[in-house]
T-cell receptor, first 110, second 117 residues
Framework: GQNIDQPTEMTATEGAIVQINCTYQ??????LFWYQQHAGEAPTFLSY????GLEEKGRFSSFLSRSKGYSYLLLKELQMKDSASYLC???????????FGDGTTLTVKP | GAVVSQHPSRVICKSGTSVKIECRSL??????MFWYRQFPKQSLMLMAT?????????EQGVEKDKFLINHASLTLSTLTVTSAHPEDSSLYIC?????????????FGPGTRLLVL
């Protein structure tokens, strides 16, 4: 079966750093995505990792360890607008089929 | 950037009726589109893969006769929920990968919120 685990909820303070972890066990691995989803809206792409290591893009960074089935999304200099659900998704096939985790709801407080 | 649209954005229908949801890629061609369902406070669950020119492939547990998918052209896929029931009430989201994007990032539509009374 497919299994992707993320914490359900996290809270952090504006200006701080937060790390959202994701562990996965899937049949097939062809890349790991992180998406941001605000309430009532569609997910938007944040990052993509297919090789081990850290990918940095502005305030957001994503890390992957394929041997450990582990990824994290790092958000720096948190802003209030970063309050959203963050979805970890594993693309299982070349055809693009992905399995999503349940998402982590991040609340940023002043 | 790539844009995917859905129509309608919201629909309310009576139990037993059928509802058609359209998914369009606005500035690129999509031979493949994906249909997801998302219940409140839950993640996206892949329902089926829509393939232009061939039959859709459904995930385990998804009734193909209830959720009819037609990939009419390279820019349009439709999902028809037949004989809808209250338990079908959900947010239905489509996505399409951008062919020229090596990462094959999926671009999501804004979703269609279905409420069956």
């Amino acid at each position: 079966g497919q299994n992707i685990d993320q914490p359900t909820e996290m809270t952090a303070t504006e200006g701080a750093i937060v790390q959202i972890n994701c562990t996965y066990q899937t049949s097939g691995f062809n890349g790991l995505f992180w998406y941001q989803q605000h309430a009532g809206e569609a997910p938007t792409f944040l990052s993509y990792n297919v090789l081990d290591g850290l990918e940095e893009k502005g305030r957001f960074s994503s890390f992957l360890s394929r041997s450990k089935g582990y990824s994290y999304l790092l958000l720096k200099e948190l802003q209030m607008k970063d309050s959203a659900s963050y979805l970890c998704a594993v693309r299982r096939t070349n055809a693009g089929k992905s399995t999503f985790g349940d998402g982590t709801t991040l609340t940023v407080k002043p | 950037g790539a844009v995917v649209s859905q129509h309608p954005s919201r629909v309310i229908c009576k139990s037993g009726t059928s509802v058609k949801i359209e998914c369009r890629s606005l500035d690129f061609q999509a031979t493949t589109m994906f249909w997801y369902r998302q219940f409140p406070k839950q993640s996206l669950m892949l329902m089926a893969t829509s393939n232009e020119g061939s039959k859709a492939t459904y995930e385990q547990g998804v009734e193909k006769d209830k959720f009819l998918i037609n990939h009419a052209s390279l820019t349009l896929s439709t999902l028809t929920v037949t004989s809808a029931h209250p338990e079908d009430s959900s947010l239905y989201i489509c996505s399409a990968p951008l062919p020229s994007d090596m990462k094959e990032t999926q671009y999501f539509g804004p979703g269609t919120r279905l409420l069956v009374l």
